[in-house]
């Protein structure tokens, strides 16, 4: 989305990607104000698109906590409040397993999967993923809108976000978050509010073993432009 400077009146784009400070850093922008894109989540090319040509800043987030945030998040909520919030026990290590194991089998099965995934929410790939989480999650319960209840975005990797961005500059981490907030304070003019809490939802992963060889080698396959291109 497209932010003023209130110091100099610059255009700023703010890529807004999913499960990195997005709550806190609108909160920094906009206040309590009822932003209706406030939390859209749009890639540095779709940005460019609805504003033109402009410096950018986002923040990314190591692989294996913005995961485990991702997944939580999607266990947590969904649109309709019907399908995807799960009611019976949290998942275990050996579910998220065999579903990180699918998502990078359907990797390698599919070029540009990922940015495929991101588009087409109602296709046969879209299919095979809710087939996935289905097997290993879901079990007996039914998806009623899995096109707008499961937030697959919150899992995609970072790096689609930020295709074909003219600088890095301006990317930010969110283990260094201070240093992005410092940034909305003294090049953009907005006051930062520290007091601002993230959203917080109860932990659905007490179960899973994040210390997990094959767990760990599976994420580090699904996320490993991220793992590169971010330098984590």
């Given at each position: 989305m497209l932010v003023e400077s209130k110091i100099d009146k610059s255009q700023w784009i703010w890529i807004n990607i999913p499960k990195t400070a997005?709550?806190?850093?609108?909160?920094?922008?906009y206040g309590n104000k009822n932003i209706l894109d406030g939390q859209t989540h749009l890639t540095y090319l779709e940005n460019v698109h609805l504003y033109g040509q402009q410096n950018a800043f986002t923040v990314v987030r190591d692989?294996?906590?913005r995961f485990k945030s991702g997944l939580n998040h999607i266990f947590s909520e969904c649109?309709?409040?019907k399908c995807t919030i799960f009611y019976d026990r949290p998942p275990t290590t050996i579910e998220v397993v065999s579903f990180l194991s699918d998502l990078v089998k359907l990797n390698n099965k599919h070029e540009n999967f990922h940015y495929l995934s991101y588009q087409t929410g109602s296709s046969k790939l879209w299919l095979e993923i809710l087939?996935?989480?289905?097997?290993?999650?879901?079990?007996s319960r039914i998806l009623n809108d899995p096109s707008n209840c499961v937030m697959w975005a919150f899992i995609l990797p970072q790096f689609l976000y930020l295709d074909k961005i003219q600088s890095r500059d301006y990317i930010f981490k969110y283990e260094t978050l201070n240093d992005c907030a410092e940034f909305i304070q003294n090049r953009l003019g907005y006051t930062v509010d520290t007091s601002v809490k993230h959203r917080q939802y109860s932990y659905k992963l007490s179960n899973v073993d994040f210390t997990d060889k094959e767990l760990l080698d599976l994420l580090k396959n699904y996320y490993k432009e991220d793992y590169t291109e971010l330098n984590y």
């Amino acid at each position: 989305m497209l932010v003023e400077s209130k110091i100099d009146k610059s255009q700023w784009i703010w890529i807004n990607i999913p499960k990195t400070a997005s709550t806190f850093i609108r909160n920094c922008l906009y206040g309590n104000k009822n932003i209706l894109d406030g939390q859209t989540h749009l890639t540095y090319l779709e940005n460019v698109h609805l504003y033109g040509q402009q410096n950018a800043f986002t923040v990314v987030r190591d692989p294996l906590t913005r995961f485990k945030s991702g997944l939580n998040h999607i266990f947590s909520e969904c649109n309709c409040g019907k399908c995807t919030i799960f009611y019976d026990r949290p998942p275990t290590t050996i579910e998220v397993v065999s579903f990180l194991s699918d998502l990078v089998k359907l990797n390698n099965k599919h070029e540009n999967f990922h940015y495929l995934s991101y588009q087409t929410g109602s296709s046969k790939l879209w299919l095979e993923i809710l087939k996935s989480m289905q097997i290993n999650f879901i079990k007996s319960r039914i998806l009623n809108d899995p096109s707008n209840c499961v937030m697959w975005a919150f899992i995609l990797p970072q790096f689609l976000y930020l295709d074909k961005i003219q600088s890095r500059d301006y990317i930010f981490k969110y283990e260094t978050l201070n240093d992005c907030a410092e940034f909305i304070q003294n090049r953009l003019g907005y006051t930062v509010d520290t007091s601002v809490k993230h959203r917080q939802y109860s932990y659905k992963l007490s179960n899973v073993d994040f210390t997990d060889k094959e767990l760990l080698d599976l994420l580090k396959n699904y996320y490993k432009e991220d793992y590169t291109e971010l330098n984590y």
